[in-house]
C-alpha cells in the first residue's frame, strides 16, 4: 500500500541535502587554498641563511632577561592601519627631533609642526630614546619626564594634520647609553667599561631589541619607516666574546656587524609588513660590496648618509652612492645638519655653516641623474640635542628655527636666492640676516622666538658684562678685593663708587634670566630648565650674586673692623 507524498518532509530533506553539499564543498576549497597559500609563503624562506645553520654560542655571563614571548616579538600578524598616503614617489624632507635631551612638551611641538610643513617638511624622523613610554619591563629606560602614551598619539595625530610623516628612530646596536647604563642591562654592553655598543653575541640582546622594537613600532601603526640607527658601533670587535666569534669563525668585524643588522631587519620587516627601514651608512663605508651583497639587507633597508660639515667632498660622496648601488640597495637617503653639529656644549647656531652643508648636498641630490640603478629618496635635516646621551645640551630647538628654516627653503628652492631669503624672512618675522654673524634683525615671530632673542642675549653678553663690571673696575681690586670679603670689612665711601653700577647689573640680569626661566618652562620639563641655567647661566650669575650678597653685608656693618 502506498503512502502519500508529505511535501513538508520532502522540502526538509532537499533543505539538509543542499547544506551537506555546500559544506562539503567549502572543505575542499578551505584545503586547496592552504596548500596554495603555503607554496608561496614559508615561515623563514632562507633569505637570512639555511634552516639549521649553528646558533651563536649563550654568552658565558649572560642573565635570562625577564622578558615574556608577548612582550618581546610584535603580533605575527601585521595589523597596522592602512596608511594614508604614498609616499615612495615623493621625495622626503624630514625633521630630525633629538629627543634624547631637552625634549618639547607636546604643546609646543602643535605650535612648530605647522611652521615645519610650511617651510617644506613633509615628515619628522623622531628619535624618542628615553622619551617614549616604554612599560613592563622595559620601563626602566623611561625618563621621569617621559612622554605618556597619549602624548605619542597627541604627536602623531599633529603631524598628520600638518601633512607631516612620522619617522620613528630606534637605535639597535651602537648609541645605545640609555639602555646600557643601567645595572640591569649592564651585562649586554660589547665592552663591560662602557654602554656605547651592544654585545651582538649574547641572544638576549636580540630579544631586549625586539621587545623594544614592538612597543615603538605598536604605537606607530602608520608610519612607512623605522630607522634603526646602527652608526658609530664604538669598540665592536673589542669585547671578548667578538673575539672569540672572529676567530672561531675566520669572521671580521664587518660580516658581525652585517649578521647582527640583518637580524634586526629581519625581525621588522617579518613582524611589520610594508614598513621599510632606514640606517645610518657610516659602518657600511668599510664593508665591502661583496659583504653587503652576501648579507642581504638591500633588499629591505636602505642607507642613510650623512655628512654634517659645509664644503664636504661630493665626490666621495659619488663613490658611496655607487658602492651601494652595486651592493643592491633599490634607494638612498642622505642626513644633513641644521644644528647640533658643531659643538658638544654649542649654544648660538651658526648659520652660514649649516647653510653651506646644504648647499652642498643639493650639488649631490641635482646630480642623481648619474645614479640611475639608485634612487634618491629623502633627506633628513638632522638637529642633535646631544652628542650622545652623556654629554651636555646644542642648542635648544627656538635656537635653531631659524637655521632649519634657511636650510629647508634652500632645499625646496633649489638654492639660496634673494626671494627665498625673503621668503624666510617674512615666515620668521625678521627684518634682515646676517649670515657671517649668525644674528637676525627683528624681535621674530615663529614658536619659541623669545627664547632665541633671550638665548642671543645671555649667549653674547652675559659673561662678558659681568667680567668687565667685577674685574675692570679699579675700586673693587682696591677695597673690595676676596681679601675684603673674607674678613667682612671695607669703607662704605669707597664701596659706594663701584656699588650702584653693580647693583644694576645685577637686577637687569636677574629680570631678564626671572622671564627667560618662565619661557623655558612653557616649552621644556623641569630637568632641560635646569640643565641649561647649571651650564650657561649659573656659572657666570653665582660669581655675580656672591659679590651682590657680600657687598650689601659688608656695606651695612658701617667700617667695622675686619673678623679676624
Given at each position: 500500500m502506498a503512502f502519500p507524498r508529505n511535501p513538508k518532509l520532502n522540502l526538509l530533506r532537499l533543505t539538509?541535502?543542499?547544506?551537506?553539499?555546500?559544506?562539503?564543498?567549502?572543505?575542499?576549497?578551505?584545503?586547496?587554498?592552504?596548500?596554495?597559500?603555503?607554496?608561496?609563503?614559508?615561515?623563514?624562506?632562507?633569505?637570512?641563511?639555511?634552516?639549521?645553520?649553528?646558533?651563536?654560542?649563550?654568552?658565558?655571563?649572560?642573565?635570562?632577561?625577564?622578558?615574556?614571548?608577548?612582550?618581546?616579538?610584535?603580533?605575527?600578524?601585521?595589523?597596522?592601519?592602512?596608511?594614508?598616503?604614498?609616499f615612495s614617489t615623493t621625495e622626503m624632507r624630514l625633521v630630525h627631533l633629538d629627543l634624547k635631551g631637552a625634549a618639547p612638551k607636546v604643546s609646543y611641538l602643535e605650535q612648530v609642526f605647522p611652521l615645519l610643513s610650511k617651510l617644506g617638511a613633509n615628515g619628522i624622523l623622531v628619535e624618542y630614546e628615553d622619551m617614549f613610554p616604554f612599560k613592563g619591563e622595559l620601563e626602566t629606560l623611561k625618563s621621569p619626564y617621559a612622554y605618556s602614551e597619549d602624548d605619542v598619539e597627541k604627536i602623531q595625530q599633529l603631524a598628520a594634520l600638518n601633512k607631516l610623516e612620522v619617522v620613528p628612530l630606534v637605535q639597535t646596536f651602537g648609541h645605545v647609553e640609555f639602555i646600557l647604563k643601567h645595572d640591569k642591562y649592564r651585562y649586554l654592553r660589547e665592552v663591560e667599561r662602557f654602554p656605547n655598543s651592544l654585545n651582538p653575541h649574547v641572544p638576549d640582546t636580540l630579544s631586549l631589541l625586539k621587545s623594544i622594537l614592538s612597543q615603538v613600532m605598536d604605537k606607530h601603526r602608520h608610519s612607512s619607516w623605522i630607522h634603526v640607527g646602527a652608526d658609530e658601533v664604538f669598540h665592536l670587535g673589542e669585547g671578548m666574546d667578538s673575539k672569540n666569534w672572529i676567530s672561531r669563525s675566520n669572521g671580521d668585524v664587518g660580516k658581525m656587524y652585517l649578521n647582527h643588522i640583518k637580524e634586526v631587519v629581519n625581525f621588522i620587516v617579518n613582524q611589520y609588513k610594508g614598513l621599510q627601514v632606514l640606517m645610518w651608512d657610516d659602518m657600511l663605508r668599510k664593508i665591502s660590496v661583496g659583504a653587503i651583497q652576501e648579507s642581504g639587507i638591500a633588499k629591505h633597508a636602505s642607507p642613510v648618509l650623512w655628512f654634517y660639515a659645509p664644503d664636504f667632498d661630493t665626490e666621495q660622496i659619488g663613490k658611496f652612492i655607487s658602492k651601494y648601488a652595486d651592493s643592491g640597495f633599490k634607494s638612498v637617503w642622505f642626513a644633513s645638519a641644521f644644528k647640533g653639529t658643531t659643538g658638544p656644549a654649542q649654544a648660538w647656531t651658526p648659520l652660514n655653516y649649516h647653510l653651506k652643508n646644504h648647499l652642498s648636498w643639493l650639488k649631490v641630490i641635482q646630480a642623481m641623474s648619474k645614479f640611475p640603478f639608485i634612487k634618491f629618496q629623502g633627506i633628513a635635516l638632522t638637529g642633535w640635542q646631544r652628542y650622545d646621551h652623556y654629554s651636555v645640551l646644542c642648542e635648544l630647538l627656538p635656537v635653531g628655527i631659524p637655521s632649519l628654516a634657511l636650510c629647508l627653503q634652500t632645499l625646496v628652492n633649489g638654492g639660496f636666492t634673494e626671494a627665498t631669503k625673503k621668503k624666510i624672512l617674512d615666515m620668521l618675522g625678521f627684518q634682515s640676516i646676517d649670515l657671517e654673524k649668525s644674528t637676525c634683525e627683528g624681535n621674530g615671530a615663529f614658536p619659541g622666538s623669545e627664547i632665541y632673542r633671550m638665548v642671543e642675549q645671555i649667549n653674547g653678553q652675559l659673561k662678558e658684562s659681568i667680567a668687565k663690571v667685577l674685574e675692570e673696575e679699579s675700586a673693587i681690586k682696591g677695597w673690595f678685593s676676596p681679601y675684603h670679603r673674607k674678613h667682612q670689612f671695607g669703607n662704605p665711601r669707597n664701596l659706594e663708587n663701584f656699588g650702584s653700577k653693580v647693583l644694576k647689573v645685577h637686577e637687569d640680569w636677574e629680570n631678564l634670566i626671572q622671564n627667560f626661566r618662565s619661557q623655558l618652562e612653557s616649552i621644556y620639563f623641569p630637568d632641560t630648565v635646569e640643565e641649561w641655567m647649571e651650564e650657561n647661566v649659573n656659572p657666570y650669575m653665582d660669581r655675580l650674586r656672591e659679590f651682590v650678597r657680600d657687598y650689601r653685608e659688608i656695606i651695612r656693618l658701617n667700617a667695622k673692623p675686619k673678623a679676624l
Amino acid at each position: 500500500m502506498a503512502f502519500p507524498r508529505n511535501p513538508k518532509l520532502n522540502l526538509l530533506r532537499l533543505t539538509v541535502l543542499l547544506i551537506v553539499a555546500l559544506a562539503g564543498i567549502k572543505f575542499i576549497f578551505r584545503d586547496s587554498v592552504t596548500l596554495d597559500l603555503h607554496k608561496h609563503i614559508s615561515k623563514d624562506n632562507g633569505f637570512w641563511g639555511k634552516a639549521g645553520e649553528e646558533k651563536q654560542e649563550v654568552h658565558p655571563h649572560s642573565q635570562a632577561l625577564e622578558l615574556s614571548a608577548g612582550k618581546i616579538t610584535a603580533p605575527k600578524e601585521d595589523t597596522r592601519k592602512q596608511l594614508s598616503e604614498d609616499f615612495s614617489t615623493t621625495e622626503m624632507r624630514l625633521v630630525h627631533l633629538d629627543l634624547k635631551g631637552a625634549a618639547p612638551k607636546v604643546s609646543y611641538l602643535e605650535q612648530v609642526f605647522p611652521l615645519l610643513s610650511k617651510l617644506g617638511a613633509n615628515g619628522i624622523l623622531v628619535e624618542y630614546e628615553d622619551m617614549f613610554p616604554f612599560k613592563g619591563e622595559l620601563e626602566t629606560l623611561k625618563s621621569p619626564y617621559a612622554y605618556s602614551e597619549d602624548d605619542v598619539e597627541k604627536i602623531q595625530q599633529l603631524a598628520a594634520l600638518n601633512k607631516l610623516e612620522v619617522v620613528p628612530l630606534v637605535q639597535t646596536f651602537g648609541h645605545v647609553e640609555f639602555i646600557l647604563k643601567h645595572d640591569k642591562y649592564r651585562y649586554l654592553r660589547e665592552v663591560e667599561r662602557f654602554p656605547n655598543s651592544l654585545n651582538p653575541h649574547v641572544p638576549d640582546t636580540l630579544s631586549l631589541l625586539k621587545s623594544i622594537l614592538s612597543q615603538v613600532m605598536d604605537k606607530h601603526r602608520h608610519s612607512s619607516w623605522i630607522h634603526v640607527g646602527a652608526d658609530e658601533v664604538f669598540h665592536l670587535g673589542e669585547g671578548m666574546d667578538s673575539k672569540n666569534w672572529i676567530s672561531r669563525s675566520n669572521g671580521d668585524v664587518g660580516k658581525m656587524y652585517l649578521n647582527h643588522i640583518k637580524e634586526v631587519v629581519n625581525f621588522i620587516v617579518n613582524q611589520y609588513k610594508g614598513l621599510q627601514v632606514l640606517m645610518w651608512d657610516d659602518m657600511l663605508r668599510k664593508i665591502s660590496v661583496g659583504a653587503i651583497q652576501e648579507s642581504g639587507i638591500a633588499k629591505h633597508a636602505s642607507p642613510v648618509l650623512w655628512f654634517y660639515a659645509p664644503d664636504f667632498d661630493t665626490e666621495q660622496i659619488g663613490k658611496f652612492i655607487s658602492k651601494y648601488a652595486d651592493s643592491g640597495f633599490k634607494s638612498v637617503w642622505f642626513a644633513s645638519a641644521f644644528k647640533g653639529t658643531t659643538g658638544p656644549a654649542q649654544a648660538w647656531t651658526p648659520l652660514n655653516y649649516h647653510l653651506k652643508n646644504h648647499l652642498s648636498w643639493l650639488k649631490v641630490i641635482q646630480a642623481m641623474s648619474k645614479f640611475p640603478f639608485i634612487k634618491f629618496q629623502g633627506i633628513a635635516l638632522t638637529g642633535w640635542q646631544r652628542y650622545d646621551h652623556y654629554s651636555v645640551l646644542c642648542e635648544l630647538l627656538p635656537v635653531g628655527i631659524p637655521s632649519l628654516a634657511l636650510c629647508l627653503q634652500t632645499l625646496v628652492n633649489g638654492g639660496f636666492t634673494e626671494a627665498t631669503k625673503k621668503k624666510i624672512l617674512d615666515m620668521l618675522g625678521f627684518q634682515s640676516i646676517d649670515l657671517e654673524k649668525s644674528t637676525c634683525e627683528g624681535n621674530g615671530a615663529f614658536p619659541g622666538s623669545e627664547i632665541y632673542r633671550m638665548v642671543e642675549q645671555i649667549n653674547g653678553q652675559l659673561k662678558e658684562s659681568i667680567a668687565k663690571v667685577l674685574e675692570e673696575e679699579s675700586a673693587i681690586k682696591g677695597w673690595f678685593s676676596p681679601y675684603h670679603r673674607k674678613h667682612q670689612f671695607g669703607n662704605p665711601r669707597n664701596l659706594e663708587n663701584f656699588g650702584s653700577k653693580v647693583l644694576k647689573v645685577h637686577e637687569d640680569w636677574e629680570n631678564l634670566i626671572q622671564n627667560f626661566r618662565s619661557q623655558l618652562e612653557s616649552i621644556y620639563f623641569p630637568d632641560t630648565v635646569e640643565e641649561w641655567m647649571e651650564e650657561n647661566v649659573n656659572p657666570y650669575m653665582d660669581r655675580l650674586r656672591e659679590f651682590v650678597r657680600d657687598y650689601r653685608e659688608i656695606i651695612r656693618l658701617n667700617a667695622k673692623p675686619k673678623a679676624l
